[in-house]
Structures are given as structure tokens and as C-alpha cells.
């Protein structure tokens, strides 16, 4: 089953509205976790790592203050998409690293995905 | 150059068809390497990681050539469930916690 989950998975919000999406770690510790975004046809890009109980860290040309992340919990980061605008439609895909939990791969465990529409 | 580049497809292939993604990537230092499967709206999953003496995972086939900077995925007797987009997935200089992804090859199989 999911041990990452996104809320909400689908939003629809008119232009100069803030949008918060959330990401939970379900039965493991995330001290780390990550955020990309992904535009049709596109790759996923890293947007920022957020740390629990430290300042995320930005990838080169996302603007922390459009993009607020917040690491409250060690199993709760949110992303808080402010004043969006049309052109921040995208795909938002939160992921953490196994970390604690048994797991039978090394990668990261990824989110639903959270799709985002701004009219 | 992009970090990881993988071909543009659309692959379009009829069933029980064999099919093959390639994939490069820039960074000499690359440590781990991996093609997952994203369907459409959904989060990518990992299909299989890829080890320099290559590795076979029932139907599917990777491989991995260090000194060409290139990476394989080969899909023998395709079914139509594997219709879906393959990332090509190389991790930079923070290991598994900085996975770099390919723009994606999107498959579709064809009865």
C-alpha cells in the first residue's frame, strides 16, 4: 500500500488564491523530504528539500517566497503555493527517502501527485 | 545538454511487439541508476534499478554502460498494460536523495 500520501490530489483555484498541499509520511519518520513539480511531457524537476525543523532548501530559480514549504512533523511537509497564477498549473509530486522503514528498495517513495489548475 | 536525456518516442508498437528505450546521462559521477514507469496523472514507480552487468526483471532487460554514459531498458513480448511513460532516473552528487529524471519516453501498445 501507499506509505506516502498527497492532499488534495486534484484543485482547481482562481488566480491570486494560495494553495496548500500536503504530504505524509504514513507509517515511517521523514526528517527529509522532497518536492518536484512536473509540467506535461516533461521530467520531474526538484523544486526544494524540506527538513524538519531547519529552512527548506530551493533549487536554483524557484522562489521560496511563491513557494512556502514547511516541515512541521516528522511525518507532515506542505507546500503552499501563494498568489498562484495560471502559469503555476502543474503536476506537484512530494517523495522521502525510506529512511526508518523496512524497504525492500533504496529509492524514494513518492506521493499520489497533486494536480494543480489555475484559472 | 540535459542532465539526463532519453529518446522522445511516442513509441507506438503492436502487442507481443519487443521494444527498446535508451537513455544518457552527463554526470561521470552518477552512482545509481533506475527506469521507473509513470502513468498518466499518476506519481512514477520504480520498474527496476540498473546495475553495470545489467540486470532482467521477467520481461524487461537493462543495462548499463558507464564509459558511454548510456542506459537501457528493453520490453520483450509487450503487453498492453505496459502502455505508460519510462523515465530514465540517474542520481546526482546526494545519492538517492537527488534523482534526476529523464523527460520520459512514452509507450503505447497496440492490440
Known amino acids: 500500500g501507499a506509505v506516502v500520501s498527497q492532499h488534495p490530489s486534484w484543485v482547481i483555484c482562481k488566480s491570486g488564491t494560495s494553495v496548500k498541499i500536503e504530504c505524509r509520511s504514513l507509517?515511517?519518520?521523514?526528517?527529509?523530504m522532497f518536492w518536484y513539480r512536473q509540467f506535461p511531457k516533461q521530467s520531474l524537476m526538484l523544486m526544494a528539500t524540506?527538513?524538519?525543523?531547519?529552512?527548506?532548501?530551493?533549487e536554483q530559480g524557484v522562489e521560496k517566497d511563491k513557494f512556502l514549504i514547511n516541515h512541521a512533523s516528522l511525518t507532515l511537509s506542505t507546500l503552499t503555493v501563494t498568489s498562484a497564477h495560471p502559469e503555476d498549473s502543474s503536476f506537484y509530486i512530494c517523495s522521502a527517502p525510506p529512511g526508518s522503514r523496512r524497504a525492500y528498495t533504496d529509492t524514494q517513495y513518492f506521493g499520489p501527485g497533486t494536480r494543480l489548475t489555475v484559472l | 545538454r540535459k542532465e539526463v536525456e532519453q529518446d522522445p518516442g511516442p513509441f507506438n508498437v503492436p502487442e507481443g511487439a519487443t521494444v527498446a528505450f535508451n537513455c544518457t546521462y552527463s554526470?561521470?559521477?552518477?552512482?545509481?541508476f533506475f527506469w521507473y514507469r509513470q502513468d498518466c496523472r499518476k506519481e512514477p514507480k520504480l520498474l527496476m534499478s540498473v546495475y553495470s552487468s545489467g540486470n532482467e526483471d521477467g520481461r524487461f532487460t537493462a543495462q548499463l554502460n558507464r564509459a558511454s554514459q548510456y542506459i537501457s531498458l528493453l520490453i520483450r513480448d509487450s503487453k498492453l498494460s505496459d502502455s505508460a511513460t519510462y523515465l530514465c532516473v540517474v542520481t546526482g552528487r546526494g545519492g538517492n536523495n537527488d534523482m534526476r529524471f529523464g523527460a520520459g519516453t512514452r509507450l503505447t501498445v497496440k492490440p
Open positions: 507509517d515511517f519518520q521523514a526528517t527529509t
Open positions: 524540506s527538513n524538519e525543523g531547519s529552512k527548506a532548501t530551493y
Open positions: 554526470n561521470s559521477a552518477s552512482q545509481s
